[in-house]
């Protein structure tokens, strides 16, 4: 798929524009991996639940859109340093409820089952412990190893961290 319907695509989902003012200039910015992640975010709607790098899943409470301008970004092979003012659809942040934002290193993935993400965290847990890091210790940590052991639930159905640790994890 060409750019220009990767545009169209991202158009349609965002509900309006893409760029205010030189278009060319916003389009440079805007390379065929950009579309697609930002086609990819925009289609997330407040609801949702999603995978995060955390280890377990997330509710979107919601979906801003963050613009840029094309004079932060000169100097490359054909750039037209007198186009300076264009902004464009640089990036969608997903907030998350509490009030997290989704981790930049990821794009928005699909919710992973509960089972999965405590058979990883249990693993995770044991293998940060054996080789003596301090990334497991602590109440937080000591708190789902001893859910997880007993054979109870730090998670809910949707795989989202329960309440009671998110205070835990928060203090």
Partial sequence: MGNKKLRRQLVKLTGGRIYFGHKLAAYKCLDAWKLRRLINDASVKPGDVLHDCVGFNRRVMRVDK?????????GGSGWDRTREGAEYLHEMDIIFEGGFYRCPCSEAQPAVPRTDSEAWMLSWIRGHRASKTDWANGPYYDEILRRLEAGDHYLDEDGCLLPELQDLKNS
Avoid: E, K, P, R
Wanted: zero cysteines.
């Fill in 66 to 74: 963050l613009w840029a301008d094309t004079s932060q970004f000169g």
